[in-house]
């Protein structure tokens, strides 16, 4: 099955400093991959999903971007981070749009 | 929005005893899907329900789908300590791409 490698676990970024989250998968090909935020206590927002190299789609306006450069890999990006980009970040891929999600260990970023 | 709403927010229960947890959501839907999450960590795929059933098993699990309510529960029997999670609904929105996730049902199960 799927595995799903995130890092780093944590990370303390100051406003406007660039940002860079990588994901990779392991065990599956040509999966869709996508990058959740999870505000502390809350529900996931979906950022980006892209359902094949070069391929993204931008779910909500803001300041970060994504890119899929490899088949399995996925990487989101800032060039400058706010105070309000903080949150847990989550990478996940499927097999196919709207099935069951593999959800990496996600990233704990904190902007100060 | 679509995204589904999970009752209650927070439960707290005995070891032993069963645990409900109810999802509602807004309109048509080709699945739900339900997810756990321990704290700081990356969610779990436990079950999918498609819109053609009514009820799904898994291990300790039960999964009931109403599409007529537009709701969904979450049954977790005998509960364990290692229960203790958060655990979320997912629905998709037929003609959408994607899984809209609710905010949670936070569950402490008491050894």
């Known amino acids: 099955s799927q595995t799903i490698h995130q890092w780093p676990a944590t990370l303390v970024q100051p406003v406007g400093s660039p940002l860079s989250l990588e994901c990779t998968v392991e065990g599956t090909s040509n999966p869709n991959l996508y990058w959740y935020r999870q505000a502390a206590g809350r529900g996931l927002q979906l950022l980006f999903y892209?359902?094949?190299?070069?391929?993204i789609s931008s779910e909500v306006p803001q300041n970060l971007s994504a890119s899929r450069p490899q088949d399995r890999q996925f990487i989101l990006s800032s060039k400058k981070l706010l105070l309000s980009d903080s949150g847990f970040y989550l990478c996940a891929c499927s097999a196919a749009q709207r099935e069951k999600l593999f959800f990496g260990s996600g990233t704990q970023l904190s902007v100060l | 929005s679509q995204q589904g709403e999970e009752d209650p927010q927070a439960l707290s229960i005995q070891e032993g005893e069963n645990a409900t947890m109810n999802c509602s959501y807004k309109?048509?839907?080709?699945?739900l899907q339900w997810y756990r999450q321990n704290s700081g960590r990356g969610l779990v795929h436990l079950i999918l329900?498609?819109?053609?059933?009514r009820e799904k098993h898994s291990g300790r699990l039960r999964v009931t789908l109403d599409t007529s309510k537009k709701s969904s529960s979450l049954l977790i029997t005998a509960s364990r300590a290692a229960d203790t999670a958060s655990y979320f609904c997912a629905t998709d929105k037929t003609g959408a791409n994607n899984l809209f996730f609710g905010t949670g049902t936070r569950l402490t199960v008491i050894p």
């Open positions: 892209s359902v094949g190299i070069g391929q």
């Open positions: 309109t048509s839907i080709n699945n």
């Open positions: 329900i498609r819109s053609n059933e």
